[in-house]
Every structure is written in structure tokens, then in C-alpha cells.
């Protein structure tokens, strides 16, 4: 909608300089520097002023002064030695646009797909801290101003599955800590216990290293039992290098 605008604009200034100076002229626009200088601005008048043999700030006065009221303009001024700054309706402008958004979103009409925003979505296996606070600000805000713009926003913050992570400070807390699961159950009770899995989960990493073999076969045993777990009501426990997965009431 700006850039249709802008053309508008275009052909406003080219027009009724046509029909005020008899000159038929290319009109190019540039973005000021500031944003209190307007939305956009037109050296036109300096070209102008070399056909006809003015000053260019007079000529820009008199455009601004005499030149026909624009649809989204909401005023002309006088810049430097001859610019005409454009300052742009803003309220018609996010009103207009906001029309637009509500009738493309109508049933049935081509353009009335829905907007997706997936924000913070913090992983659960570690502490959350001020950098998810911040996504979660932005991703809100993100949302309520597509909604204002007419979009229909649908909003997706997932909670992670039990994927890899989880199995990484499984493996931690029993291989490397040696801890069985009654103690890890314990240990979950008590305060800084998120901030404990997030240390864990990265040490994790360096056991890896010592036997990159071995740790491929222990987390993939691992996952495997995890998903048992959820699937079948079963519960695991990790033993030295494998893992016996051992139901609840008995064991396999």
C-alpha cells in the first residue's frame, strides 16, 4: 500500500506540474533523513527550475501551495533550497490498510490464510532465564500487532518433546553421577534442580567425547527405552554400558 501510494503521488505531482507549468517531467522521490522531515520528499523542483530558468524554492512554494489534495497526503512542505517534503495521512493510511487486511480475510477469499507465530518455546530440560522473557515479549508483540493489521494469527509456543536432551541428562545423572532413580527424584524436589540439568546436559557432551562409540550406543538405548516408557507404561533404569527397560509389576 506505500509503494501505491508513493506512485500516487507521483502522478499527482507530475500531472499539475504539467498543467501549471506546461513541462512534462519525471517526478522521483526520496526518503528523507529524518522521519519529522515527512515520509518522502521530491527534488523535482531543481530539475524544474533549470526549463524554467527559476529559483527552484520558488517554484516549490508555489507546487505546495496550489498543488490538489491528495488521498493519504496529509500535507506538502517547503524543504532546504527546494524540496517538497510529503508528510503521509497516517491514520487514513493504517486504517485503509486495515480495511484491506479485514476484506482479504473474509471466507472464502483467496488471501485468507492464517499467520503462524512461533515464539520462546523454552527448552524444558534447562532454566529458563531473561532470554526467553524477551522472546516471549517480542513474539507477543509480534502477534497482537499482525492481529491489529486485520491477519489471522495463530500462535504456537510448544512445549519440546522427550527428545535427545532429555536423554543426554538421563544418561548424565546415572552414568556420570551415579545416581539411581529414586535419588534423581529426590534431587528434582529441591530448588536449582532445572539449573543442575542444565549443567549436566553439557558435561554430557565432554563424556561423549572420551568414547564417542559408546556414547552413540548408550543414547540411542536410552531414547529407545524412554520411548517404551511413554508408549508401553513402562519405567527403565540404566545399568554399567545398557539399558533394561523393566515394567512396572514386573520385568521382562
Not at 8 to 29: D, M, N, R
Not at 35 to 52: D, H, N, Q, T, Y
Not at 85 to 94: K, P, T
Request: contains cysteine.
Amino acid at each position: 500500500m506505500y509503494l501505491t501510494l508513493l506512485q500516487k503521488l507521483k502522478q499527482a505531482l507530475a500531472g499539475h506540474i504539467l498543467a501549471k507549468y506546461g513541462v512534462e517531467i519525471a517526478v522521483a522521490l526520496e526518503k528523507p533523513p529524518k522521519l519529522e522531515m515527512g515520509e518522502a520528499a521530491s527534488p523535482v523542483c531543481f530539475e524544474l527550475a533549470k526549463r524554467l530558468k527559476r529559483a527552484p524554492r520558488q517554484i516549490a512554494q508555489e507546487i505546495a501551495t496550489s498543488l490538489p489534495v491528495i488521498s493519504g497526503v496529509s500535507r506538502v512542505e517547503v524543504a532546504g533550497a527546494g524540496y517538497l517534503n510529503v508528510f503521509l495521512d497516517r491514520g487514513s493510511f493504517w486504517q485503509t490498510l486495515a480495511d484491506q487486511q479485514r476484506d482479504s480475510d473474509k471466507p472464502g477469499n483467496a488471501n485468507s490464510e492464517k499467520v503462524i507465530v512461533e515464539h520462546t518455546s523454552i527448552n524444558p530440560n534447562k532454566a529458563a532465564h531473561i532470554g526467553h522473557m524477551r522472546n516471549a515479549v517480542l513474539g507477543d508483540t509480534i502477534a497482537r500487532i499482525l492481529r491489529n493489521a486485520g491477519e489471522r494469527v495463530q500462535v504456537q509456543n510448544y512445549i519440546d518433546n522427550t527428545g535427545v536432551q532429555v536423554a543426554d541428562v538421563v544418561i548424565g545423572f546415572l552414568h556420570m553421577e551415579k545416581k539411581n532413580v529414586s535419588e534423581v527424584r529426590t534431587m528434582s524436589a529441591q530448588s536449582g534442580f532445572d539449573y543442575l540439568c542444565w549443567d549436566l546436559y553439557a558435561r554430557v557432551t565432554q563424556f561423549y567425547e572420551q568414547d564417542k562409540a559408546q556414547g552413540a550406543a548408550l543414547r540411542g538405548a536410552t531414547l529407545r527405552a524412554i520411548a517404551c516408557a511413554g508408549e508401553r507404561d513402562f519405567a527403565f533404569e540404566v545399568l554399567g554400558c545398557g539399558v533394561y527397560e523393566i515394567e512396572r509389576g514386573g520385568s521382562d
